[in-house]
């Protein structure tokens, strides 16, 4: 049987998640498993999840790259074939070429403090693959991003699968649409 992860924090769980997982389920087809990885008390920007950690499970205090790296592997280890999420912009090739592109940087683009690691490897992505490299800007694509960094160090491979997310990232106007 297909199964399909989502790596997500669903805090609170909203139309706009039930949209992904509605994408998810016509891209793997009805008899795919969709396997949903949540994070534990608090969720990875660093909030309380509004329901305790023995209902959610995830590397959820780490930084954008380790709470990546441990979803994806959890889902690896699941048996998963691929990984869906949502992304504001962006196509599964283009994190993963930037993921590549990533992977490429020279060893002391990879150290230092987190901070200047980050800037350091945006500069050089953006330096690499302007167009690509803005996507990194985008809360959700950046976290695609680290996705895509952490699928290319699996033993098994997943597919990528990227989906248009609705609305934006902060939004604060509640409408009928996302309840």
Known sequence: ??????????????????HLISQ????AGPDA?????MSGAFVQRGEPAFFDKWHRAVW?????????????????????QGLA???E???AEDFLALARCAHSLPD???????????????????AASPEKGRLLEQPNALLAFEYAKALLNQDRPLA???FPRQGHHGDTELGPAFA
Request: hydrophobic content about 40%; some cysteine.
């Open 1 to 18: 049987m297909k199964s399909i992860a989502i790596i997500a924090e669903f805090n609170p769980f909203h139309t706009g998640h039930a």
């Open 24 to 27: 998810v389920r016509q891209a």
């Open 33 to 37: 498993a969709i396997v949903i990885i």
């Open 60 to 80: 959820a205090l780490s930084s954008a790259a380790g709470f990546a790296t441990g979803g994806v592997t959890l889902a690896s280890r699941l048996g998963c």
């Open 85 to 87: 999420c949502g992304v």
């Open 89 to 91: 912009n962006g196509t």
């Open 108 to 126: 002391r683009e990879k150290e230092g403090p987190k901070e200047t690691a980050g800037r350091e490897q945006t500069e050089y992505l953006l």
């Open 160 to 162: 990528f699968w990227p």
